[in-house]
């Protein structure tokens, strides 16, 4: 381990799973932030610049990415892909074998589903969540979903079908709502460009 991560208390590297699993080593790079009671389990690749907030789980076989934040209470359960400057807001529940590309964001209390039904007879797929997706608060994205790049869930929804990029989708179920050019912010004024690249607020 690096000799700059810093180990808040109550934090557990390399916490033992009873699953069998190809390789038990644990790796995280530079500058890692872990606050109190973050555990990582064994068999996890973790890039550089990690912050974790209070009460993080990070099950085995994960690999995440450079510079990503995942917030107080998360929980990323194992099998699971996350790239870089990818926030993880509080209270998420990423499920097994789930997705999540660079600079997305989930926002608190988003649930990821791998399985339709709770009797896990059959393959389990998570979700994917694309580059520079945003999913709102409370969304629950359903089994095997793509949530397309730089698309947009609104608060609440639930996703049961494929989100193509760049589209605004909400309700239960998530329904598409136009292009993610059509938000606006408080003052009137566009969220994204023609391109579909958030405006950053001068």
Known sequence: ???DIKKEPGVIIGYPTGRK???R???IGPGAVLRPNTVVYEGVK???GLQTGHNVVIREENTIGDETCIWSNSVIDYGCKVGSHVLIHTNVYICQFSTIEDDAFIAPGVSFANDPYPVQRQVLTGPTVKKGARVGLNVTLLPGVVIGENSVIGAGSVVTKDVPPGR???GNPAKDRGPIQALKDEDG?????KEGRRITPK
């Open 46 to 48: 973790i890039g550089k």
């Open 1 to 3: 381990m690096p000799d």
């Open 21 to 23: 699993i190809a390789d």
């Open 25 to 27: 080593s644990v790796k």
């Open 168 to 170: 605004l989708w909400f």
């Open 189 to 193: 004024n566009p969220v994204y460009d």
